[in-house]
Each structure stands twice: as structure tokens, then as C-alpha cells.
């Protein structure tokens, strides 16, 4: 089976770092869009940033210029590197991807998700 597992999330102070990860791994053809979403408590789940299949990267206002995202296309990663970190990042990070099996038409799978805090 195919499986997303995120990593490298924990507790930071504002203005710290963190960068997340995120394995595919199984019986994978091809991997197309790969995305970070994010959920606060009480909160809808929103779209954090998106690496497009041609691998342009694209981001939610609230973290235009502190978040990078970036793929590792051999390994199936994809990271984000998450600078200046505020109270209002803290959530559950998901990794999500647009993943073709062989002979079979691609679907969207996500991640367990990984904890991020950051305290004031």
C-alpha cells in the first residue's frame, strides 16, 4: 500500500525553526502534486503549500516569505522549511499527494500528520 509519513514536527519558541518531511513510499508509479496542509483546533483544515507537478511552488498568504517548500523527486520527500514561526502556526501538519499506482489512475493520499507548537 502506498503511505505518506510525516516527521519533524515538536515545540519551538516564536521565531524559531523547523522543517518537516514527508516520505511516500509503496507501490508508487509517478508522484504529482505534493501539498502541506495544516490544522488548528476548532479550525477548518487549510492549504499550507503546494508544489505543482511541475514542481512550481505556491503558498497561503500567511506564509509567504517564511515557509519553502521543496521536493526530493528521487526519494519521494517532499520538505518544508518553516522560518520565524508564530503562536498562530501552532497545528497538526499534513502531508498530502496526488500518487498513480501501476495500471491504475492517480488519487490523493495523506499523511498521520505531525505536531507542531510554538509557544510565546
Known amino acids: 500500500q502506498v503511505q505518506l509519513v510525516e516527521s519533524g514536527g515538536g515545540l519551538v519558541q516564536s521565531g524559531g525553526s523547523l522543517r518537516l518531511s514527508c516520505a511516500a513510499s509503496?507501490?508508487?508509479?509517478?508522484?504529482?502534486?505534493m501539498s502541506w496542509y495544516r490544522q488548528a483546533p476548532g479550525k477548518e483544515r487549510e492549504l499550507v503549500a503546494v508544489?505543482?507537478?511541475?514542481?512550481?511552488?505556491n503558498y497561503a498568504d500567511s506564509v509567504k516569505g517564511r515557509f519553502t517548500i521543496s521536493r526530493d523527486g528521487a526519494k519521494g520527500t517532499v520538505n518544508l522549511q518553516m522560518y520565524s514561526l508564530k503562536p498562530e502556526d501552532t497545528a497538526v501538519y499534513y502531508c498530502?499527494?496526488?500518487?498513480?499506482?501501476?495500471?491504475?489512475?492517480?488519487?490523493?493520499?495523506w499523511g498521520q500528520g505531525t505536531q507542531v507548537t510554538v509557544s510565546s
Open positions: 508544489l505543482t507537478s511541475d514542481n512550481r511552488p
Open positions: 509503496g507501490d508508487i508509479l509517478t508522484i504529482n502534486a
Open positions: 498530502n499527494a496526488d500518487i498513480a499506482r501501476p495500471f491504475s489512475s492517480s488519487r490523493n493520499y
